[in-house]
């Protein structure tokens, strides 16, 4: 999935499941990075990519509390 079609599939979202949704990148992210230092895998680029979908999620949170 390319990223402007995830940017949408956001975009959609109410901003309870984007604080779901963010909640549950950031244990990913800590589970990946924990086995990363561990040894057990290297895929670096799923840990690129899930920081930057969180970065997203994270900026759609933002611009969703400012037009309140």
Do not use: C, I, Y
Request: no cysteine; hydrophobic share 35%; net charge positive.
């Amino acid at each position: 999935m390319k990223a402007a079609d995830r940017v949408n599939k956001l975009r959609d979202m109410s901003p309870e499941e984007l604080q779901r949704q963010e909640g549950e990148m950031r244990e990913q992210f800590f589970k990946l990075r924990l086995q990363w230092a561990m040894g057990q895998t290297e895929t670096m680029k799923k840990m690129r990519e899930l920081k930057k979908d969180r970065a997203r999620v994270l900026t759609l949170l933002r611009e969703k509390a400012k037009e309140q």
